[in-house]
């Protein structure tokens, strides 16, 4: 299972049968071993209902988001689905990615540590488990999210400003953040986040 219909690298890849299966979110993105920790948030943010419409890479996309079920009324975590449209055939679906999210506020803002759950319903395999960490920036109606950028990264990992593990395995930077939850939340304190969360991940507009 691969995600590169959900996901075109910005980066040029040549990737063979084995290789592609590396072009995935975590091929993209960072990935870290738990999510950002909580503090008090009660309840998810209210802008995460309903159906937007927008951007996931270099294609179109459709992100919902799903009620809530009895057993996580009342906690930060939510469900979602991307599903991503053909090419200038925006009515012809290509494939449906199902996710579960962490939102956690800190300085006003917002942070997911979101966790890909089924890929046109087959569970994630793993090399694409991990939780990815997204900045979301609202704007009335319009929807901005960010991941976190990986050269930024790594550098923070070799100054030791974050805890984490950098493989060139597969030709390609795979980069996993260890540190647990707390240290996540204390650094996202005090970072620059424009510079953290630097790599664009998706662009979407609420339907009304």
């Not at 219909?5 to 299966?21: I, P």
């Not at 979110?25 to 943010?45: K, N, Q, R, Y």
């Not at 906690?75 to 009515?91: A, D, N, Q, V, Y």
């Not at 087959?122 to 694409?128: H, T």
Request: proline fraction near 4%; charge should be negative; include cysteine.
């Amino acid at each position: 299972m691969n995600l590169s219909r959900f996901w075109s690298a910005r980066r040029t890849l040549t990737l063979g049968t084995v290789g592609g299966v590396m072009l995935t979110l975590a091929a993209c993105f960072p990935t870290s071993e738990h999510p950002i920790a909580l503090s008090g948030e009660a309840d998810v943010p209210d802008v995460f209902t309903g159906i937007w419409e927008g951007g996931l890479g270099d294609g179109q996309a459709t992100l919902i988001f799903m009620e809530q079920a009895s057993e996580t009324r009342g906690t930060p975590r939510f469900h979602g689905l991307i599903i991503r449209h053909k090419e200038g055939m925006p009515s012809i679906n290509e494939g449906w990615l199902e996710f579960e999210a962490d939102a956690a506020q800190i300085r006003g803002e917002i942070f997911l540590s979101a966790l890909l759950k089924r890929l046109d319903g087959k569970p994630a395999e793993i090399d694409e488990r991990g939780y990815y960490l997204f900045r979301v920036q609202i704007d009335g109606d319009d929807m901005s999210i960010t991941g976190l950028d990986d050269l930024v990264t790594i550098e923070l990992i070799n100054r030791g400003a974050l805890e984490g593990t950098v493989s060139r395995s597969a030709g390609i930077p795979i980069v996993r953040l260890r540190g647990d939850g707390i240290s996540l939340r204390a650094f996202l304190v005090t970072a620059d986040l424009d510079e953290v969360f630097s790599e664009p991940f998706a662009e979407f507009t609420r339907q009304k």
